[in-house]
C-alpha cells in the first residue's frame, strides 16, 4: 500500500537523522522506548517501562517526546498526500459531489429554475475563527510544506535527501513559539490556506455548471457556473470577547492584511488572463510574462483591454466593480463563440473577483454582551438620558432602546474623545466603516454578541454603531444549556419590535450556536438535542415573523466541540430549518487539514456544499413525536448525571491534578487567555483548553460523557431505529463512535494516578472519580456498538485503522508527559524546570491524536 512505504520511509528517514544528530544511543533509546510501550499496549509488565522513564534525564525526555513527535508530523504529511492520491485515482462520481446534490434536487421534483432559484438564495459562509490548536511556528510549517511536496516522488533518491535536509533542519529548529502569537500573527496564519482555496474555487464552479448540464440538459446551466454559493469570513482581529489584544488598531491591520492579501490575488489571476486570453495571436513582451508590467496599447484586442484596465485599477488600489466588469467579460466571450476561453481562462478571476473580491474575507466583530452593555450604559449617563442603565430590568430596557432607536441623534457629545470604554467599543466598529467605505460593504460581516441573555442585549450594538453613522446587522450567539432554551422566545421580541424590524430591513437574520460551552455546561448529548430544538423552534419563529434566517454553527475540531465531517452534521440538521443558507466556523487545525493542499480544499468544500444544498431542499418536518419525548427524557437524564459528576465539590481539583490543564495555559498558542476574567472556576475556563486536557489525557469525556444514560432513557430497540431512520440521531451517535475510539482507558488510567501526588482531602476521592469515567467508558462504548450494530468505527475502517496505528507511536509520549508532569508536581520548582519539556509532548500528542480542540 502507497500509504504504508510512505510512512515507512518517513519513518526510516527520521531515523537516520536521530542517529546522525543525537548519535546510535540515543536511537536505541528510541527504539526500546517503543518496543517496551507496546510491549505494555499488548498485556506486558510495565516495571521496565516505568523503570526506563523515571531514569530518564530532562534533556532525553525531551528529545524522545520530540523525536516521536516528529514522527507523527510526517506521517500526518503522508496521510494528507494519501487523500489527494485517493481523490485523483477514484473514477467515476464521487459521493457527496456537486453532481449528486443536483441529481439530489432533481429526484426530489425540483425543476431547472426550482432548482436554480434554490441555489441562489444559499450562502454557505466559511469562517475562519482565532481559536488556535495549531502550535507550530510558522518556520517548521514551512519546512513541513517543503517535505510534503517530495512525498509524491518519495522513491527517489534526490527526494528523499531533501527530506533528509528538512528533516536535519527541523530537528535544529526550536518547536515552539517562545512568545505568546500577536492577533497578527493569527491573522496571517488563517490566510496561508487562502492560496489553496482560490486554486479549488474555479474548479468547483465549472462543477457546478457541468452538473447542471448534466442533469438538466444545456438550458438548466446557464447563469450557474458564476453563482457558487459560497463566501468565506473571519473572526481574526475582530473577536474582542475576553481578548484584551484585539483593539481597534488589531482590527485596522487585520482589514489591512485581507486588502493586501485580496488584491494580490485577483491581480495574480487578472495577470494569468491577460496573458491567455490573447485571441488575435497578439504576442506578449519578456516584460509582461515575467514582470507582470502591462501597458495598453491601441492594438490590443478588446478583451484584453479589459483585463488590462482592471488589472490597472486593482494595482492603483481603486473600488472598482470588477465582478459586474468581468462578468460582461465573460458573457462577450460566450456570444463570439470563446465558450472554452470563457469557462477555463476567465473563470479564475471571475470566480475570486465574486468570492474575494478587494475584501478577501468579511471580517466581524465578536463582543460579550456584559461589554457593550457597560459602553451603552456610559453612553446614556453622559447623554443624561438614564443614571444607571444595567440597573434597569429587562423592559424598562427595551423601551428605552426603542425610544433611542427611533431617534438618530447620537448620545455622545460631538468632538469630544471617547473615554477608554467607549473606544474599545466603538473603535473597531470605526475601523470596519472605514474599510467599507475603501473596497465595499463586504470587508465587514455582522456584529456578534456573546452570552446574549436577552433581547436588550442583542439591540445594545446598535446604539454603538450609530455613534459613527454606520449599520451592523446583530447575531445573538447563544451558548449555555439555559440560553439555547431561552433563545427561540428572544428571537420572537426581537423580531416583533418596529423599531428592530425596520432596521433589519429585508436583510437576512442570522443566529448563532453554541457548541462549545452548552456542552462544557450539559454534555454531549443534552448540547446536541438542545441545539437541535432550539435550531427548530427558532426555525419557526422567523417563519412566523416572515423573516429570512441563516443559522451560525460555533463549531470546533474535536467533537466535544461540534467536531466532525461537516457534511454529517449539515445533513443532520433539523429538516427545514437551512433557510438563506449557513455559517460554520473553521477552527484551528481544520484548516490545515482541510485547506492545505488544493485537492483537499476542493473535496472539502464540494463535500460542505453538497450537504447544505441537499438538505435545504428538505421541507420542514418534525421528527415522529415518539422520538422527540425520547430524545427530551434522555437528554435531561444525561444532563443531570453530567452535571452531577462535573459539580462534585472534588471534581475541579482532580481535572486540575489528572490533566495538564496547568501546562496548557502556558503553552504560546493563541492571542487571548485560556479563562475569562474571574477567579479560576469550571465556568470560566474556556472551551478548547478544557477539551484539549481531556485529549491529552485519552478519556475525551466531552465527547461522550452522557451518553449511556440517555441511550439506556431512549431503550436500545427504539435507539436502532432512530439511528437507522434519523439523520440528526445518526450524525450524533457516529460522531460519539469517533471520540470513543479515540479515548485509552489504559492510558487515562495513568494520569489518574498522578491525583495521588496530592495528599489533600478533598482528592481522596480522586480515585472514585477516575473509576466513575472508565465504567461510564465501557458503558457508553458497548452502548453504541449494540445500537449501530457493530464495533465502534466498523463503517469507517480507515479511521479506525489509523488510529490502531497510532497508539504505539503516541503512547510513549503519553508515558512521557505523565512522568514529567510527576516531577513537574513534586520537585521544587518543576513546573518551570521541566516547563519546556511538557510543553513538546503537548505538541506531540496533539499531532498523533488529532481533533485536540
Not at 488563517?190 to 457546478?208: F, H, Q
Request: hydrophobic share 40%.
Amino acid at each position: 500500500m502507497a500509504l504504508n512505504r510512505d510512512v515507512s520511509t518517513l519513518g526510516r528517514l527520521l531515523g537516520q537523522v536521530l542517529r546522525e544528530q543525537e548519535g546510535e544511543a540515543f536511537f536505541e533509546l528510541v527504539e526500546r522506548t517503543r518496543a517496551l510501550v507496546r510491549g505494555v499496549r499488548s498485556g506486558g509488565d510495565p516495571a521496565e517501562l516505568n523503570q526506563l522513564l523515571r531514569g530518564l534525564s530532562q534533556a532525553d525526555a525531551s528529545n524522545l517526546a520530540r523525536a516521536f513527535s516528529w514522527y507523527f508530523q510526517l506521517v500526518n504529511l503522508a496521510e494528507e498526500y494519501e487523500r489527494v492520491r485517493a481523490l485523483r485515482e477514484r473514477q467515476g462520481v464521487r459521493p457527496q459531489s456537486l453532481l449528486q446534490a443536483v441529481e439530489e434536487l432533481r429526484r426530489q421534483g425540483l425543476s431547472a429554475d426550482e432548482a436554480r432559484d434554490l441555489l441562489f438564495s444559499l450562502q454557505l459562509e466559511l469562517t475562519f475563527t482565532a481559536h488556535p490548536t495549531e502550535m507550530r511556528r510558522r518556520t517548521v510549517r514551512q519546512h513541513l510544506v517543503e517535505v510534503a511536496a517530495q512525498i509524491p516522488q518519495l522513491e527517489e533518491t534526490e527526494a528523499q535527501e531533501r527530506v533528509l535536509a528538512h528533516i536535519e533542519a527541523l530537528w535544529g529548529t526550536p518547536e515552539l513559539r517562545r512568545i505568546k502569537p500577536t492577533v497578527a500573527d493569527e491573522v496571517k496564519a488563517g490566510l496561508t490556506y487562502i492560496s489553496s482555496i482560490a486554486l479549488a474555487l474555479p474548479v468547483l464552479e465549472r462543477d457546478l455548471a457541468r452538473a447542471f448540464e448534466t442533469v438538466y440538459g444545456g438550458d438548466g446551466a446557464a447563469g450557474v457556473s458564476t453563482q457558487l454559493p459560497l463566501r468565506f469570513s473571519s473572526w481574526m482581529g475582530g473577536d474582542r470577547d475576553g481578548n484584551p489584544f484585539v483593539t481597534p488598531q488589531a482590527t485596522r491591520a487585520a482589514l489591512t492584511l485581507h486588502r493586501d492579501r485580496a488584491r494580490e490575488l485577483v491581480a495574480a489571476a487578472l495577470r494569468r488572463a491577460y496573458a491567455d486570453v490573447s485571441q488575435e495571436d497578439l504576442e506578449i513582451s519578456d516584460d509582461v510574462e515575467a514582470k507582470g508590467n502591462l501597458k495598453a496599447g491601441a492594438d490590443q484586442p478588446t478583451y484584453r483591454r479589459e483585463v488590462l484596465a482592471l488589472f490597472q485599477a486593482v494595482q492603483r488600489g481603486e473600488a472598482v466593480d470588477l465582478y459586474a466588469r468581468l462578468s460582461e467579460l465573460y458573457g462577450q466571450l460566450l456570444r463570439d463563440g470563446q465558450r472554452r476561453t470563457a469557462e477555463q481562462l476567465l473563470l479564475p478571476p471571475l470566480t475570486l473577483a465574486r468570492i474575494f473580491g478587494q475584501h478577501l474575507v468579511s471580517l466581524d466583530i465578536r463582543e460579550h454582551s456584559g461589554q457593550t452593555g457597560k459602553a451603552v450604559a456610559e453612553l446614556l449617563q453622559a447623554a443624561g438620558v438614564v443614571d444607571d442603565y444595567l440597573a434597569l430590568d429587562e423592559d424598562a430596557k427595551l423601551t428605552l432602546l426603542s425610544s433611542e432607536l427611533r431617534s438618530r441623534r447620537p448620545l455622545w457629545p460631538a468632538g469630544e474623545p471617547l473615554t477608554e470604554t467607549l473606544e474599545t467599543a466603538i473603535g473597531p466598529i470605526r475601523e470596519v466603516q472605514a474599510a467599507a467605505r475603501e473596497v465595499g460593504p463586504a470587508s465587514f460581516g455582522h456584529y456578534v454578541i456573546s452570552m446574549s441573555e436577552s433581547v436588550s442585549d442583542v439591540l445594545e450594538p446598535l446604539l454603538l454603531a450609530r455613534e459613527v453613522g454606520f449599520r451592523v446587522l446583530p447575531v445573538p450567539l447563544f451558548e449555555t444549556l439555559d440560553d439555547l432554551e431561552r433563545a427561540p422566545d428572544i428571537v420572537a421580541r426581537l423580531l416583533a419590535l418596529p423599531e428592530y424590524r425596520t432596521h433589519l430591513g429585508g436583510d437576512v437574520q442570522e443566529i448563532m450556536l453554541g457548541y462549545s460551552d452548552s456542552n462544557k455546561d450539559a454534555g454531549f448529548l443534552a448540547a446536541n438535542w438542545a441545539l437541535h430544538e432550539a435550531q427548530r423552534r427558532i426555525s419557526a419563529v422567523c417563519r412566523e415573523a416572515g423573516v429570512r434566517w441563516r443559522f451560525f454553527h460555533g463549531r470546533g475540531t474535536s467533537i466535544g466541540r461540534g467536531g466532525g465531517p461537516a457534511s454529517r452534521a449539515i445533513l443532520g440538521q433539523p429538516a427545514g430549518t437551512i433557510d438563506a443558507g449557513l455559517r460554520i466556523t473553521e477552527q484551528g487545525e481544520a484548516l490545515a487539514d482541510k485547506y492545505s493542499h488544493p485537492v483537499l480544499a476542493h473535496r472539502n468544500l464540494e463535500q460542505a456544499l453538497y450537504g447544505m444544498i441537499v438538505a435545504a431542499a428538505r421541507p420542514p418536518q418534525d421528527p415522529p413525536a415518539a422520538w422527540m419525548d425520547a430524545l427530551d427524557r434522555a437528554a435531561h437524564a444525561a444532563a443531570t448525571a453530567y452535571r452531577a459528576f462535573v459539580h462534585d465539590p472534588a471534581f475541579l481539583p482532580f481535572f486540575e491534578h489528572v490533566t495538564p490543564i496547568h501546562e496548557i495555559s502556558r503553552l504560546n498558542i493563541a492571542s487571548r487567555p485560556v479563562r475569562r476574567p474571574g477567579s479560576p472556576t469550571l465556568s470560566n475556563l474556556r472551551a478548547i483548553p478544557w477539551v484539549m486536557s481531556w485529549t491529552q489525557t485519552r478519556a475525551n469525556l466531552p465527547g461522550w460523557y452522557g451518553l449511556s444514560i440517555g441511550l439506556r432513557e431512549i431503550g436500545t430497540e427504539q435507539a436502532r431505529q432512530m439511528y437507522a431512520e434519523w439523520p440528526f440521531f445518526r450524525a450524533v451517535l457516529d460522531n460519539a463512535q469517533m471520540s470513543l475510539a479515540k479515548t485509552d482507558p489504559s492510558i487515562f488510567r495513568e494520569y489518574a494516578a498522578l491525583a495521588g501526588t496530592d495528599t489533600s482531602e478533598i482528592l481522596a476521592g480522586a480515585q472514585a472519580l477516575a473509576a466513575v469515567i472508565e465504567e461510564a467508558y465501557c458503558d457508553t462504548a458497548a452502548l453504541v456498538s449494540e445500537v449501530v450494530g457493530g464495533e465502534l468505527l466498523s463503517q469507517e475502517p480507515r479511521l479506525a485503522q489509523s488510529i490502531l496505528l497510532r497508539n504505539p507511536y503516541v503512547d510513549p509520549i503519553h508515558r512521557i508527559q505523565i512522568e514529567l508532569l510527576r516531577r513537574a508536581r513534586t520537585e521544587e520548582g518543576g513546573l518551570d524546570r521541566y516547563e519546556h519539556a511538557l510543553m513538546l509532548t503537548l505538541q506531540g500528542i496533539s499531532a498523533g491524536v488529532r481533533n485536540t480542540g
